[in-house]
Every structure is written in C-alpha cells, then in structure tokens.
C-alpha cells in the first residue's frame, strides 16, 4: 500500500548528511560504537564499529568525549552538549546531541548521537583576519595554476577555437572542484565521476563505478577530475563503456599506510592521438599531485588508466 | 619564451620547491626555454633538505614557502648557509622574509628570468 510520505532512500540520508557536515552514532551501554553513519574525514565506519572513543581517538579528548556521553546515561535525558576537541593545537567545536536509550525497567542500554562540527561559527577578528591571507595565497595560486593550464593548453592546440573548447574544459573542471569542496567540505569519489563524466557524456548508463566511494582531499579532489576529464573527453563522441574502480592496494614500501588505486578501463579506440598535454595531465601532473604514480595505455581495445593515491589523500 | 629572454640562464641548474605541480611544470618551461641546463623539480622540506645533503650543486633555488600544509621557511636558513641564491615565490607578500627576493604569483615569463638573474646579480 503506497504511503503519503514515503521514507527517503538511505543514500539520499547518507548525502544529506555528508553535505551537512553530520555525524551521526549508535553506542551500547560500554559506549562501544555499534554502528556510524558519515564520520569524521579520514575514519572509516568500520574502523570505528565496536570500538570506544578510548580506543580511536587521544586518550585526552576521549575523556572529555567519554564523561559527557556517561552524565548524559546517568541522567537518562537528551540534550545537547558543546565540547572542544582536537587539542590545542588544532581544536575543534562540536555541538553533540547525545540521547539516551533505556529499556522498559529504565535501565540505560546505550545511546545515539550526532555531531556537528561548528567551529566555523566562533572565528575571532584574528581567525578572520588569517582567513583572509589564506583567502588570498589561495586565489594566487589558484590563477597561477590557470595560467600554467592555459600556457600549456595553447601549446599544444593548433586552432583558437581548439585551444576555448580545451582551456574551457579544464577551466571547467576547477569549478567544479571548488563547487564540490564548498558544498560538502569533503568530495566523495562518486561526486567527482558524477561531474567529470557521467554529466558531460549525459549517459550515466555507460559509466560504471565499483569499489569503494573514498572521500578525498581538495588537493587529490581537483587532479582527480582533471585526469577524468581528459579520459572522458575523449569518449563524449563515442559509446565507449567506461569502468571505474577504487580500492585500497597493499601496503607497499614509501607509503606509511596503503595507499590507493584507481583504475578507468574503456573500449574508446578512437582516441590515440590525445594531446600531449592530455597525457602530461594524466602522467605526470595528477600522479604528482596526489603523491602516487599513473600508467596509462592505449591498446587497440580501449584504455586503461591506474592512479596510485597516497594515504593522507583520502579517508 | 614569452617575452623572457632566449638563453640567459644557459647553463643553469634551477631548483623549484613548489607543492602544485602545475605551477612547477610552468616554471620549470620558462628556465628551459631560457637556456636552464637542469631543472629540478621538489615538493616536500625532507625531499629538499636530502638533495641539498646529496652534494648536487644549485645556482639558483625558488621557493614556495607553503608546501601544502608543510612550512618551507625553515629551508631559508639552510639555503643560505649554502650561500644558495633565493628566490621567494609566493601568493602573498605579506609571507616573505625582510630582504628576501620575491616573485609573486602569478607570474610572467619574463618576472621569473629577471628576478632569477637578480638574485645571481647578472645584469638583466
């Protein structure tokens, strides 16, 4: 029987959240987490399940963490709580709502929770004022590396409207990357392939992704969708299948964890003469920006391109 | 060369501490086209600090002060020790050190060969 306000499927929930900054929990009455849903960048929901906060964060901010969790049990009331987190030297203001659970003798058998990062909302005149030059080193850097994509693109493009389509379509792909950065802080692999190619080739059915939908850096964010995009491109004219995949390699040695690999695989075959700069991106630029290494090949069946990310990249 | 100057760094080896790759690339192409003999292209303080401990010999160094979330002004000190001519390519002028020879970003071909040749103190 159809209902008049039907549930929302959990990933749109899950998406919500994501571009919210929420997180949320479950923990028994040991405090052992028995479920998360969109945790902090850089934790993995199953890194975290089972565990306390003793067990996954510095023993310093898991008592404070701890004691508010235990008086919001012993008191067996809901309600929010505002803790600073992270040290001194990178501290950070949360808003917990923390509610108990309790089981028909009134005994507490746990709690949920969610958290919201709100450090953003208490900068002083200082904070603003260093903001500020942030602001302004980054929009440097940012129009330096326009200016190197547009030298670079101009020399390998032999017409003017060639060297627009080209420069428009990279210009394109920072945008987009500081659209996905501003909304949700955190940029999922999903929303990359999303804007670098299911958009442009307007046919989602032809773009699978598999493997895990890592969060990235800014940093890896935009060299990511810069590579994707030169792959895509080159497909936007043709039916070409596209796989995607992600997952974690093993650990292997310069890596202080394992790092990650990410592989495209299509049955493009009209695409060999991509320009130099193109596989410049693909080669050198984005395996250098994500501290990893690229192979690509051309065969007479397709295209196979494998980024290696290093771990402080993703989460 | 974009109204830089064909052959004035002849001979050079340039070494370019810079976190995004594609400002590297773009710099590294204006010291080749300028004649450089060597680019060398860093992005890490430990990268940095082992090449200056591998004996390779520098003319002349550009340095991003912020490598990500890394601070490269400890470099500074340890170039000069080497009486290594440096350069400060930054977003922000407010960043760099009193006496220091800046190159600010954005950049023209030309800024780059010309603070470069400064800092060697050849006549531009």
């Given at each position: 029987m159809p209902q008049d306000h039907p549930l929302p499927p959990p990933q749109d929930i899950a998406r919500t959240l994501t571009g919210a900054g929420i997180f949320i929990f479950a923990q028994d009455a040991q405090l052992r987490y028995q479920w998360v849903e969109n945790p902090p960048a850089g934790w993995e929901a199953q890194d975290i399940s089972g565990k306390t906060d003793f067990d996954i964060l510095p023993q310093a901010t898991a008592a404070i963490l701890d004691?508010?969790?235990r008086t919001a049990l012993a008191s067996r009331r809901a309600g929010w709580t505002e803790l600073i987190l992270g040290g001194e030297e990178d501290p950070h203001r949360f808003d917990f709502y923390l509610q108990p659970e309790v089981d028909p003798n009134g005994q507490p058998t746990g709690l949920l929770g969610l958290a919201i990062d709100v450090t953003y909302r208490h900068t002083t005149p200082a904070n603003?004022?260093?903001?500020?030059?942030?602001s302004v080193h980054r929009s440097k850097n940012l129009l330096a590396m326009v200016q190197s994509l547009a030298t670079q693109t101009a020399r390998c493009t032999a017409y003017p409207d060639e060297f627009v389509e080209d420069f428009?379509?990279?210009?394109?792909v920072i945008s987009r990357a500081l659209d996905l950065q501003a909304t949700s802080g955190r940029v999922r692999l999903s929303d990359i392939v999303a804007a670098e190619v299911e958009a442009p080739v307007a046919d989602s059915g032809r773009v699978i992704?598999?493997?895990?939908?890592f969060v990235f850096s800014a940093?890896?964010?935009l060299h990511i969708g810069l590579a994707l995009h030169e792959l895509g491109a080159?497909?936007?004219q043709s039916d070409a299948a596209i796989h995607i995949t992600a997952d974690r390699m093993p650990q292997v040695d310069g890596y202080t964890a394992a790092p990650l690999r990410l592989r495209w695989e299509d049955s493009e075959v009209s695409a060999k003469d991509m320009h130099a700069f193109s596989r410049t991106l693909l080669e050198r630029i984005a395996p250098a920006a994500v501290g990893g290494k690229a192979v690509f090949v051309v065969s007479n069946t397709g295209r196979s391109y494998e980024l290696t990310i290093a771990p402080n990249e993703f989460g | 060369m974009q109204n830089g100057a064909i052959g004035v760094l002849n001979g050079l080896t340039i070494l370019i501490v810079e976190d995004e790759y594609l400002i590297a690339l773009e710099a590294q192409r204006i010291a080749e086209e300028a004649g450089a003999a060597q680019v060398i292209l860093a992005n890490a303080v430990e990268e940095v600090r082992k090449l200056l401990t591998s004996g390779v010999s520098i003319d002349v160094a550009v340095l991003d002060l912020r490598l990500g979330s890394e601070d490269a002004s400890p470099l500074i000190h340890e170039f000069t020790t080497r009486n290594t001519p440096l350069i400060i390519a930054t977003g922000l002028e407010a960043d760099i050190p009193i006496g220091a020879i800046l190159l600010a970003k954005p950049y023209r071909d030309a800024d780059f060969v010309a603070v470069i040749l400064s800092a060697l103190k050849r006549p531009v």
């Open positions: 004691m508010a969790k603003t004022e260093a903001l500020a030059r942030d428009r379509g990279r210009i394109q992704l598999t493997g895990g939908d940093n890896a964010a080159a497909t936007m | -």
